[in-house]
């Protein structure tokens, strides 16, 4: 064999080797396998809590995943991925490893000082939007809400009625000030001023209508 066909073939081997290092785990194998994972230690919805972390950690919408199902992860990717999976499996809720929860048509911050949102909430919000609806003069409007955590239903409010007044209350420091981010998130989103007051304390304020879920309107 000459030496020139020597080289070639070390060469076909190489590329065959760094195809195989750079397959071995793409994003659809690090799913499927994360997902198998996730099942054998009873996570809750192993296949959507799978794609929410890599998405995560890939900078990249669930979507995207399949799109770009063939792509390797980086060492430094697939690191902070494992650390995420490790998390799950201590049963820590997928919202707070990646700190943020889908909420009506919002993106909100969330941590172990808040609660997180639930999908069955959004009944409340439309319930206080039926009762917006019906008043005769909507830019008038102030509202109240005790207890607020994370903003999740005022703030849901406000994007919908932006030229009302909302103030929202929490005896929590921390679940004020992740409610303050949020409502500047959602000011920056949505390029319309909301004004949201917080404050930790129950402060005198005119009232007009009661809706259930600690809101006033």
Known sequence: MNSERIIKLRHCKMQTYHKEVDTKWNILKLLQWT?????????????SASEILLAHVLNLKRIDLYVRYDQP??????????????????KE???YIIGSKGFWSLELSVSP?????????ETLVEVVLDTISSLPDKNTMSILELGTGSGAIILSVASEFPDGSFTAIDYSVKAIEIAKKNAVSINIRCNKYLHVLFYRKLIAHTLSDFVPGAFFI
């Open 73 to 90: 992860l980086t060492d430094k990717e697939l690191l902070v991925f494992k650390s995420l999976i490790k998390r799950r499996i201590k």
């Open 113 to 121: 000082y808040v609660l997180i949102p639930r999908p069955d909430t």
């Open 35 to 47: 997902t198998s994972y996730f099942k054998s230690h009873n996570v809750d919805s192993p296949r």
């Open 93 to 95: 809720p997928v919202a």
